[in-house]
């Protein structure tokens, strides 16, 4: 068991390297965070129709996330419950069952399982099936079409969890009537660090910008940097804000709330868009 004291400093603004490198900080942050805080898994339009499916992850753990036949969607560990096989090795699809190919039981989309091939030589009929559907993740919601899990069945809500973030995400999610959708596939990179440096880095560090990215935004010159000079440390850090202290989560955000589009070459539409739409969104969040 790691002494947390020491680790970090609030006050001195300043914390130990260990955190990001020792696997016992790791270990402890798998069960305290990942194993209690709530995930997010999917967006709702990736598994619009019964049968659905789509792979995750929840700290180290293969997860799939399944629509049911009443539209509700379940999460289940992506394991065999005869002799821990990983079941489903699609990363997303339809699916009426989810068939083991070690030995073949089979598993319906509500995570029952419903069959045992040679149930009769192999067990004498005598296996109760209902002791051995998938193992369930505990509680599972859906935020405006975000859904997260959570392992930890006494949990607050994901309503309370996600607290005063909301308002945040609902300038994302609701600004207009409509809803949201992921547009195509979704992308997935490894990175070889500590899961924390890169929510760091979104969340809280806006200041690398003008010079991590240096390379990329010299490759697009064609692009309006306007606000930023590449290079060197002049980015207009007063055009942005870095918002914490929300029940644990953070952001960061532009103050205008369009600056971050002059990236974009032919982004007179985007403007546009956000121009004509700025009152209902106005008349929505307040
Ligand atoms: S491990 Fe899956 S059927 Fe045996």
Request: hydrophobic letters at 40%; one cysteine or more; a negative charge.
């Amino acid at each position: 068991m790691t002494d947390h004291a020491g680790l970090v400093s609030a006050a001195g603004a300043v914390q130990r390297r260990q955190i990001y490198a020792d696997p016992a900080v790791y270990e402890q942050e798998l069960e305290r965070i990942f194993g209690r805080c709530w995930l997010f898994l999917v967006h709702e339009s990736q598994i619009p129709q019964p049968g659905d499916f789509f792979r995750t992850f929840m700290g180290e753990d293969d997860v799939l996330v399944v629509r049911q036949k009443d539209g509700s969607i379940k999460a289940f560990l992506n394991t065999c419950t005869h002799r821990g096989n990983r079941l489903c090795r699609a990363d997303r699809g339809n699916a009426r069952a989810f068939a083991c190919n070690y030995h073949g039981w089979a598993f319906g989309t509500d995570g029952a399982l419903v069959n045992v091939p040679l149930e009769k030589d192999a067990y004498f009929n005598e296996i109760d099936k209902t002791r051995f559907g998938l193992v369930e993740v505990d509680q599972v919601a859906s935020y405006k079409g975000l859904v997260f899990g959570c392992f930890d069945k006494n949990a607050p809500s994901l309503s309370e969890y996600l607290g005063d973030m909301k308002w945040y995400l609902d300038v994302w999610l609701d600004a207009q009537p409509g809803g949201t959708a992921l547009i195509g596939e979704t992308q997935k990179v490894e990175l070889m660090t500590n899961w924390k440096l890169p929510v760091e880095n979104v969340c809280g560090d806006g200041y690398h910008l003008g010079w991590a990215h240096a390379g990329a935004m010299k490759a697009v010159q064609s692009m309006d940097f306007s606000g930023f000079t590449v290079g060197n440390a002049s980015v207009d850090l007063e055009g942005g804000l870095s918002i914490a202290g929300l029940n644990g989560h953070s952001l960061l955000a532009t103050v205008d709330g369009v600056s971050g589009y002059s990236f974009y070459p032919d982004n007179a539409g985007i403007l546009r868009y956000l121009e004509q739409n700025r009152p209902t969104a106005i008349e929505r969040l307040g």
